[in-house]
Nanobody, 123 residues
Framework: EAQLVESGGDLVQPGGSLRLSCTASGFTFGNWDMSWVHQAPGKGPEWVSA????????YYADSVKGRFTISRDNAKNTLYLQMNSLKPEDTAVYYC????????????????WGQGTQVTVSS
């Protein structure tokens, strides 16, 4: 059974940092384009960042560009999101998701979707 499990979410003060991880199992992780998507309370999902199966390229939403870094370790079947200079508006549940040739907010377009990890940025 294919599964994505996120971890690393926490309560952090504005300006702080967190590193999220997403471990994949049950499918060939290295063959899939991976994304981070977040959803804030009362709002729809928002695409954050993506890294395609071909290593070396990364994409970011304007709201996180320069602050967040996505990376992947195909040998460990793990996706990461390094989050620096966190802001209160980054507060959300963060999900990792797998698709082929898609980056966006539509959950139905992803083949695999994790259970999420809560990030709260507050003083």
């Amino acid at each position: 059974e294919a599964q994505l499990v996120e971890s690393g979410g926490d309560l952090v003060q504005p300006g702080g940092s967190l590193r999220l991880s997403c471990t994949a199992s049950g499918f060939t992780f290295g063959n899939w384009d991976m994304s981070w998507v977040h959803q804030a309370p009362g709002k729809g999902p928002e695409w954050v960042s993506a890294t395609p199966s071909a290593l070396g390229r990364t994409y970011y939403a304007d709201s996180v560009k320069g602050r967040f870094t996505i990376s992947r370790d195909n040998a460990k079947n793990t996706l990461y999101l390094q989050m620096n200079s966190l802001k209160p508006e980054d507060t959300a549940v963060y999900y990792c998701a797998a698709a082929k040739g898609y980056y966006g907010t539509s959950r139905s377009r992803y083949d695999y979707w994790g259970q999420g990890t809560q990030v709260t940025v507050s003083s």
